[in-house]
T-cell receptor, first 114, second 111 residues
């Protein structure tokens, strides 16, 4: 059974700092990995999708990497801003017949202080 | 562009009452559709998914059911709500590469 762990559970940083959020998964046979952002009381916003054949994806100040063999992904946020404050969720889909199913971590609550 | 809608946004229901939550997607055809529940401290749990009209797969046994009467419409239902059904219900869709996009969610409180 796939398990996804996110470390740290919470992170507080001053504005302008670069930061890294970590995600690990137990079964390396994944189809893809997604990073999401969730604001309080809201739905999930997809930030980046990394397919299993890819090593990284970039969008603006965000960079996500994937090391399938070690079961790890990182989300790098450059020059953090107060508007980046949210919960960040990592999720993986299995390969083969379970490539529809997202397994989520519990998230990292990020607070960027002005 | 694609848009996903959910309603209602919030709902307070007594135990034993029925439930119907609706999700619709615009701007795409033949999407895969999903219902998730997010409960405090428990993360996101996949409840149902659908690859086409009338095709529903359930991930966990529970007090809920789902239906897909039209290509871009997904409905979550219950005949009799339990206290444990409280939570934040999220609908999502995906296309060819299984990138999932989520709706704004429905906050359900069962009293």
């Amino acid at each position: 059974k796939q398990e996804v762990t996110q470390i740290p559970a919470a992170l507080s940083v001053p504005e302008g700092e670069n930061l890294v959020l970590n995600c690990s998964f137990t079964d390396s046979a994944i189809y893809n990995l997604q990073w999401f952002r969730q604001d309080p009381g809201k739905g999930l916003t997809s930030l980046l999708l990394i397919q299993s054949s890819q090593r990284e994806q970039t969008s603006g100040r965000l960079n996500a990497s994937l090391d399938k063999s070690s079961g790890r992904s990182t989300l790098y946020i450059a020059a953090s801003q107060p508007g980046d404050s949210a919960t960040y969720l990592c999720a993986v889909t299995g390969s083969g017949g379970s490539n529809y199913k997202l397994t989520f971590g519990k998230g990292t609550l990020l607070t960027v202080n002005p | 562009s694609q848009t996903i809608h959910q309603w209602p946004a919030t709902l307070v229901q007594p135990v034993g009452s029925p439930l119907s939550l609706e999700c619709t997607v615009e701007g795409t055809s033949n999407p895969n559709l999903y219902w998730y529940r997010q409960a405090a401290g428990r993360g996101l749990q996949l409840l149902f998914y659908s690859v086409g009209i009338g095709q529903i797969s359930s991930e966990v046994p529970q007090n809920l059911s789902a239906s897909r009467p039209q290509d871009r419409q997904f409905i979550l239902s219950s005949k009799k709500l339990l206290l444990s059904d409280s939570g934040f219900y999220l609908c999502a869709w995906s296309g060819l590469i299984n990138e999932q996009f989520f709706g704004p969610g429905t906050r359900l409180t069962v009293l």
